[in-house]
């Protein structure tokens, strides 16, 4: 697609049949043609690249002065022209008739059109050598330069004019001997490409003003209408400090604590550290450019997770993730980010990976202090309201609490006691992992995803257990159960709550068959009726016949007076 060029074209005293003429003229491509009659003077503003063409007839030469220079006179006589009307003009075509007028003419456009494509290919190659940031230059076959880029003018700190027409060692400040005798004269390469008219490509060693400079080059044949070669055409880039960088980014790749991955933007992996290959033993059969890293979020994991997902590509050290020669399981921070450009286009990632195994356990450690009961090694009440997640309509929650515990550790000390609580901590810890101490002699236990039959069987297991396991003087221990479920999206506190008010109610129910075995037992020491008597045995056996294993929460079941029972339930506990 061609620029359009406006050709103007004027007559003055041209013969009517050729101006007739001009107007059948078919405009060449990418012009277009004005044409009026008269000469304009001075000459009307041309667009773009546009060339005036004024045809001037023999009448015109009477009044020469009127006539602008640089016109073209068309002659239909044979009568001579004096010096002063052929300096007036810039050509003469000798046209009796029309079809060699139009011949001429077309002519012309032929070699305007030829004229105006050269002009701009010049105007096109001087803007690229004003314009480009490489360094550009040709040369003859004798290596003297007869155009560069302005960029290498401004390298070599001479202005262009200065350069054109001179040799390598002139222009980067070398004598002839040094120049002859020099690796950093770049002649080796000019060489293969006038033996091979082949492109060469290669790093070039310049000594500049600047020092020592490397130089990306690439260097073509010029030819001649023949194929001949005539000289030598380059361009290159000063990677000096694109080498420097690099050498300093390996450096720092090869000196970080951490391992490093680099992938393109297609998640091939390009280079690692040896970091990256201490820490993962399969890194050193990576194949550069065709192994590929899966992306995931920034995160931590497992040594093992990051070899099934991020590095697929990559065999597994040990069988269960471990490092060699280690029985610790490894535990990574990984950190991906992406790599952009100037126009902020991706064009790879980066990749982090930080053993933070020490970190990992030390936080766990830091977790059971935090978390965990120190004697009896289940949770404490605080991981139980952080860290367990009560799912709306679908959890279950028992809450026990020992009986005669004070009487334990009254009548046979603490260190009995303490051993009560472990084995009831055992037991609970057997069954479930998030077993929690909720303080005292106070244990609850939390089931996600259950119903009321398991919630009942399970119960049942943990009072058969704890009975079959406290012998001997610990036998005085019992424990009372409440159960409640989830209703909903109550909080977690509101469940304890349901679930404590129905231990209570079990509770309540122990304590109502001692309290009536200890007035019978005094009836009889007082010599009480056989009537009251009798009383006392109906009410204590209808006491013993509504004792359950456990009590499930009912709505307006009574609540623990004060968060404790009364002080006679207290001295059982």
Known sequence: MHLVTVLRIHTLDLDCDFSEALRTLKAREGFVHEISEGCPCPLPQQTLRARDLVLVGEKALAHLDTIPRASVLVKHTTSSLTAEQLSHFDDIWCSPDRELFLFCVNRYLDRLAVYRDLHRKEIYFETMLDTTPALVWFKNVDGLHFSVSSTFSRTVKKPREDVEGKGHAYIWGMDEKEYENSPLACKESDARVLNSGKIDVSDELVQSQRGIRTFSTWKGA????????????????????MNTLSAELELLLTNLPFAVLITDENDRIINVNDRFRDLFSQAKKIVTGQSVYYPTKDRRGDLHSILKTELRDLVLPEKDGQDAGSSEKLFMDIQHKEILDRLHNRVGSIVIFRDITDEHNKKILLEKHVYEDALTGLFNRRFFYEKIVKEDGNGGLIFLDLNNFKLLNDQWGHKSGDACLQIVGNVLRSISANAVRMGGDEFALYLPKTNKADLEATALRIKKEVRARLTGHLSVVT????????????????????????????????????????????????????????????????????????????????ERPGGTTSARAKNLR
């Open 222 to 241: 010029l030819k001649d209408d023949d194929g001949e070669i005539i000289g030598t055409a380059g361009v290159a880039h000063d990677v000096t400090d």
């Open 479 to 558: 424990a009372s159960f409440g159960l409640a479920l989830s209703e909903g999206q109550e909080s977690m506190d509101e469940l304890v709550q349901r679930a404590d008010s129905a231990m209570y109610a079990n509770k309540r129910q122990r304590i109502d068959v001692e309290e009536l075995e200890i007035r019978l037992d005094q009836a009889r020491e007082d010599g009480a009726s056989e009537a009251q008597l009798a009383e006392l045995t109906r009410a204590y056996e209808e006491a013993r016949s509504k004792v359950t294993p456990f009590t499930w929460y009912e709505k307006g079941q009574e």
